[in-house]
């Protein structure tokens, strides 16, 4: 489990992002592409194109983690999804 702090940012980038992609991968697209320094401590997230695999990227002072998670959302169903808590929103809110 993470504990971060008040001061911690977390950056979305834009876009979809190749989820082969690992350590040094992400590192050139945080330092690249979002113009931002990797050692921070602040946490960088990552989606793929269908929105379904997440990849987090975060400094802890001793090292790189790289988390990844894949959520389920069914297929049929056509609402918004706050992917943080995999919990259906109604569309519009």
Excluded at 44 to 66: E, M, Q
Excluded at 70 to 76: G, H, M, T, W, Y
């Amino acid at each position: 489990m993470f504990g971060f702090g008040p001061a911690t940012r977390i950056y979305v980038a834009a876009g979809s992002t190749d989820m082969r992609k690992g350590f040094n991968g992400l590192y050139g697209l945080v330092r690249d592409r979002l113009e931002c320094d990797p050692t921070s401590g602040h946490v960088f997230l990552f989606t793929n194109a269908r929105r379904n695999r997440l990849k987090l990227v975060v400094y802890d002072g001793s090292g790189l983690w790289v988390c990844a998670k894949k959520v389920s959302i069914p297929r049929q169903s056509r609402g918004l999804y706050d992917v943080s808590r995999s919990k259906r929103l109604e569309r519009g809110r």
